[in-house]
């Protein structure tokens, strides 16, 4: 089945300028770039002109979650400025994580109350896994779990499967489990455990992550778009070539 193919430019947020990186992109056949805040934080208009001139778009990107409760609309405008229609919260800090079932149940719950704001202009809303959501709390239960469990079943999942790997879960039964709400995948892959070079994640087909096993259930999802990722490379391009020549192998290209 043929996919939309994003890269999440958090992975080259070391090597600047963003123009050099949005040309690279096109160049390798990528259609579009998944942001991250600051990337458009100086001006949502600017960062559009230049995927723009670049031939790329903007399906969803990454906000602070603190930030969507606190002013909603200022995301829905950049959503609306820079073409995007999915909003993604990724990440909560250390200190801002429930160490209860019922605290994260009110995360969850949060979510649910934006996704009605940002429905109501049209938008999606979707939570991005690291692998917190999977260790599980005192009592055993897993905050992913609870975290949906009060979203209520319209907040969609950017699942990151090499952080559910490092969170101690298994990515086929992720995928199965959530597969009604996966908006966007991120093909996101992690080296063996003990692995310290590039804080041992690789590029996508190279590390432990079971792609062959996954791409069939990729179908079973809503999500029409794929997006590679990787926190410390030492070189984007490269990752970026490498994780795109994957997914043409496993059919993106129809």
Not at 103 to 120: F, K, S
Not at 171 to 188: C, F, G, M, N, S
Not at 229 to 247: F, G, I, K, N, T
Request: net charge negative; proline share 7%.
């Amino acid at each position: 089945m043929p996919y939309k193919i994003s890269f999440q430019l958090y992975s080259a947020r070391n090597f600047p300028p963003l123009e050099s990186q949005l040309e690279g992109l096109a160049a390798i056949g990528y259609d579009a770039v998944e942001p991250w805040l600051p990337a458009y934080e100086a001006s949502a208009a600017e960062f559009r002109r230049k995927i723009d001139a670049a031939g790329l778009a903007c399906y969803g990107f990454h906000l602070p979650f603190k930030g969507l409760v606190a002013d909603p609309q200022r995301f829905i405008d950049i959503a609306k400025t820079i073409g995007a229609s999915l909003l993604i919260p990724p990440y909560l800090e250390p200190q801002d994580r429930p160490t209860t079932a019922d605290g994260w149940r009110a995360i969850g719950r949060e979510l649910g109350r934006m996704r009605e704001i940002v429905a109501a202009a049209g938008l999606k809303l979707a939570w991005h896994n690291h692998d917190f959501e999977y260790r599980r709390l005192p009592d055993g239960s897993r905050p992913i779990d609870l975290l949906f469990e009060g979203a209520g079943s319209e907040v969609g999942y950017e699942i990151d499967f090499a952080w559910v790997v490092r969170g101690g879960g298994d990515p086929v039964t992720e995928l199965k489990h959530w597969k009604d709400r996966l908006y966007a995948i991120q093909v996101k892959d992690t080296a063996p455990a003990g692995t310290t070079a590039e804080g041992g994640w690789t590029a996508m087909g190279d590390g432990v992550v079971d792609w062959k096993a996954l791409w069939p259930l990729f179908s079973e999802t809503p999500a029409d778009h794929l997006v590679v990722e990787h926190d410390e490379p030492a070189d984007w391009r490269a990752l970026a070539q490498r994780s795109y020549d994957h997914l043409v192998k496993l059919g993106a290209r129809g």
